[in-house]
């Protein structure tokens, strides 16, 4: 793994190369104008431009399965069962300008403990303790107007959702997306190759952890394709060691986000990934998903998912039992928006989750698990 492990450095002094170039400037009969050029970059830069805001996602869920310690498995989202909660609230400060960039979030939030409980802690000063309070810490630069190189921690390139709810078609988060990354810690090269054409390029710690777990890096890609204005096809990648040295975890995906109408959206994905074992041999796992989101007034719209998740040796998935997870999601919502956009959300999803065998917390079981479970929930956002 030591071509990943030196990834970094290659990130790193490919991006150093290109800012000193741009630092140094041209020679013989273009000297001059380049002279002039530095000079009016090491000008003070007016355009720069900083703004605040932040976000209060506020929710409460039921679920079927009444857990007795009101934590609900296997999702990052609604995670407190019959509980008036905080999901998730922010606030930030964001930086602008044609050449630096960069945000500062601090976040609090059920969705927060959950998503960073599995911070690696290796070391006095690792773990989630500080650092789930940070949704992003992140400085760019643009080394030349088509090409970004930003370091810090921040969102993940993985998938077709994000984060914070208000961002996505639904309100609840996919499979695919609780179990993948939702944040990294690192640096990436961001190239706009053509107006329809954005790739990624990102050397970070590992799969989604701040601090390190091994002595290894992870590497990542992202290609954003737009063949017209409504429609955006995406891949996307990570390979790293995250099982033991030597042993590599490989994670490829496909996305679709089209607005087939002004008013009708889907989106969609195919992830598969794999792990190598200690004594030889992989295992797999795979995820898809369709989502479709109708507004039905400029107050109004509804939403609905399918989806199905497959990991049979517990990598991603940890049930303790053989067989693992397998699992299908099915949903229905409708979003309310009082002021006709998204400042203020009242979101309600009624969802439901079918396993191949009973690994949800049911206290109406005789057992005391099911292979079935129920959500409701209901959540009230505001940003500002």
């Known amino acids: 793994m030591k071509h990943i492990a030196l990834a970094s450095f290659a990130v790193a002094i490919a991006a150093s190369i290109l800012v000193a170039r741009d630092a140094i400037g041209q020679s013989g009969p273009a000297a001059a104008a380049a002279a002039s050029d530095s000079a009016t970059r090491s000008a003070p830069d007016t355009a720069v431009t900083v703004s605040f805001g932040g976000f209060v996602d506020s929710y409460y869920a039921y679920d079927t399965g009444r857990p007795k310690n009101f934590d609900r498995p296997f ?3 609604a995670v407190r069962h019959n509980e008036f909660n905080i999901n998730l609230a922010y606030v930030e400060a964001k930086v602008s300008g044609p050449r630096v960039r960069g945000r500062l979030a601090l976040q609090a939030g059920t969705s927060v403990q959950s998503n960073y409980s599995g911070e690696p802690r290796i070391g006095a000063v690792s773990g989630p303790d500080l650092s789930r309070f940070i949704q992003e810490a992140v400085a760019g630069y643009a080394i030349t107007p ?3 190189v930003d370091g810090g921690i921040f969102f993940s390139h993985i998938g077709e959702e994000g984060f914070i709810s208000r961002d996505n078609l639904t309100y609840t988060r ?4 609780d179990f993948t990354p939702y944040y990294e810690s690192g640096v990436k090269l961001t190239w706009q190759a053509t107006p329809r054409l954005t790739a990624l390029l990102t050397v970070i710690n590992g799969w989604q952890n701040i601090s390190e777990n091994n002595q290894d890096k992870g590497v990542g890609a992202r290609l954003d394709y737009a063949p017209s204005a409504t429609t955006t096809i995406s891949y996307y990648d990570f390979f790293g060691n995250e099982a033991g040295s030597g042993l590599l975890r490989a994670f490829n995906g496909v996305g679709l986000k089209s607005s087939l109408t002004s008013n009708f959206a ?12 200690s004594g030889g041999g992989h295992s797999a796992w795979w995820s898809s998903g369709l989502i479709g989101k109708l507004q039905l007034s400029p107050l109004i719209a509804v939403s609905g998912r399918v989806e199905a998740y497959h990991d049979t040796d517990n990598v991603i998935v ?4 053989i067989g693992g997870f397998k699992a299908s999601t099915a949903s229905l919502g409708i979003d309310v928006s009082p002021l006709g956009g998204p400042r203020v959300l009242w979101r309600s999803e009624v969802r439901g989750t079918w396993a191949s065998q009973p690994i949800f917390p049911d206290r109406g079981a005789a057992t005391g698990t099911s292979d079935s479970n129920g959500l409701l929930v209901t959540s009230l956002a505001l940003t500002f």
């Open 318 to 321: 940890v049930t303790n039992l």
């Open 75 to 77: 999702t990052t989202q």
């Open 174 to 177: 996919s499979l695919s997306a």
């Open 266 to 277: 889907v989106q969609a994905n195919v992830d598969y990934g794999t792990q190598e074992k």
């Open 146 to 148: 088509s090409l970004w």
